[in-house]
T-cell receptor, first 114, second 113 residues
Framework: GENVEQHPSTLSVQEGDSAVIKCTYS??????FPWYKQELGKRPQLIID?????GEKKDQRIAVTLNKTAKHFSLHITETQPEDSAVYFC?????????????FGKGTHLIIQP | DAGVIQSPRHEVTEMGQEVTLRCKPI?????LFWYRQTMMRGLELLIY????????DSGMPEDRFSAKMPNASFSTLKIQPSEPRDSAVYFC???????????FGQGTRLTVV
């Protein structure tokens, strides 16, 4: 089955700086890569996703990049703000016809220092 | 739409008791997933359904766990008998045709004492 590795497990950045979280996946058939944000005591919430036919996607201060050859994808948050503090999970999915459920990375605890 | 609805939000039970967790997916979604979250193991997929049919239950830890989806708007996850190591947050999630990111319910925090 799919295996997703996520790094770092904890990331501390100064407010206003950028944060980058990286993930690798094992199954080259994976074709859908969402990112989730989970605040303390709350549910994971989808914040951005990318499909395998796209190399990069942006949504305001958040961007995701995908390198299919290397089987890795990254989340980039620019101009970080205190409300960005949370645990972020990457995931991978083989979508379409008998798709598996999402396989998640272990999560990155992002801490924004004031 | 109210999103994915889970009940109860919190459950405290004694070891050996039966526990039933409930989930109502988003209307129109044809995939339903049950996940378990712990500090040690992160988010683990237990089982998922497509059009009410269980597709993959390889993540179910052992025979004490069972899940059903009798119709498109309701699913249960049952643990019988429960053990302290089952303590975790259990999330239900749903998606449309497996292609979109799944949307999660609020979760059920289970504590087995």
């Amino acid at each position: 089955g799919e295996n997703v590795e996520q790094h770092p497990s904890t990331l501390s950045v100064q407010e206003g700086d950028s944060a980058v979280i990286k993930c690798t996946y094992s199954d080259s058939a994976s074709n859908y890569f969402p990112w989730y944000k989970q605040e303390l005591g709350k549910r994971p919430q989808l914040i951005i996703d990318i499909r395998s036919n796209v190399g990069e996607k942006k949504d305001q201060r958040i961007a995701v990049t995908l390198n299919k050859t290397a089987k890795h994808f990254s989340l980039h948050i620019t101009e970080t703000q205190p409300e960005d503090s949370a645990v972020y999970f990457c995931a991978a999915l083989i979508s379409g016809g008998g798709a598996d459920g999402l396989t998640f990375g272990k999560g990155t605890h992002l801490i924004i220092q004031p | 739409d109210a999103g994915v609805i889970q009940s109860p939000r919190h459950e405290v039970t004694e070891m050996g008791q039966e526990v039933t967790l409930r989930c109502k997916p988003i209307s129109g979604h044809d995939y339903l997933f049950w996940y378990r979250q712990t500090m040690m193991r992160g988010l683990e997929l237990l089982i998922y359904f497509n059009n009410n049919v269980p597709i993959d239950d390889s993540g179910m830890p052992e025979d004490r766990f069972s899940a059903k989806m009798p119709n498109a708007s309701f699913s249960t996850l049952k643990i019988q008998p429960s053990e302290p190591r089952d303590s975790a947050v259990y999330f239900c999630a749903s998606s449309y045709s497996g292609f979109m990111g799944a949307f999660f319910g609020q979760g059920t925090r289970l504590t087995v004492v």
